[in-house]
Structure formats: C-alpha cells, structure tokens
C-alpha cells in the first residue's frame, strides 16, 4: 500500500521557518520523483519544489532562495525547509510522488503564514 504522510506545517509568524516532512513508502521513494506543491484558498494548486531520484532540484520562482527541498533514502523521506516565510506562502503543502504515468498525493499539511 502506498502512503505519503506529511507533517511539520503550522502557524508561523512572517519571517519565520519551518521544515516538512513527508514520509513514504519505501516501495515507491527508491523510483519515484519526489515533490512539494501547495493550495491556498481559491486558488489552483501549484508546484513548489521536486527532486529527482538522482537529486536534481526544481523549484517555482516564487521560492528560489528561501525553500530547500531534500530526500533522505534511509528514512525514506523528503523534506521542505521553507526559510523566511511570507504571508502568500500560506497554503496546504501536499507531497507528491511522481514516476510518469503513476503519481500519489498525501493528505496534506497546512502552513500559515501570520503575525
């Protein structure tokens, strides 16, 4: 059974940090892409990061410079270091596994962005 379960998201003054993780299974992490994309209220979800299975990063404009996407393969899982947070960084986080014609989402995580 494949499972993506994220945690780490939170209330977060702006400036602030905060690091998610998303755990998977092993079956899937060890082949898929790995990626982070986020949804705020009314609008579209969009990508955030990914990383490849070789490490080759990809990130959205909005967030080159302040967030750091990782995968450790011992504990099978990724992370998002999101650094200097802003209030329109506020949104669901959700991560995504990716291998092409087959991907699965976790449940989400919320991030909140507020003073």
């Known amino acids: 059974q494949v499972q993506l379960v994220e945690s780490g998201g939170g209330l977060v003054q702006p400036g602030g940090s905060l690091r998610l993780s998303c755990a998977a299974s092993?079956?899937?992490?060890?082949?898929?892409?790995m990626g982070w994309y986020r949804q705020a209220a009314g609008k579209q979800r969009e990508l955030v990061a990914t990383?490849?299975?070789?490490?080759?990063?990809n990130y959205a404009d909005s967030v080159k410079g302040r967030f750091t996407i990782s995968r450790d393969y011992a504990k099978n899982t990724v992370y998002l270091r999101m650094n200097n947070l802003k209030p329109e960084d506020t949104a669901v986080y959700y991560c995504?596994?990716?291998?092409?014609?087959?991907?699965?989402w976790g449940q989400g995580t919320p991030v909140t962005v507020s003073s």
């Open positions: 092993r079956s899937i992490f060890r082949v898929y892409a």
């Open positions: 990383i490849t299975t070789g490490g080759t990063t």
């Open positions: 995504h596994a990716d291998r092409v014609t087959t991907d699965y």
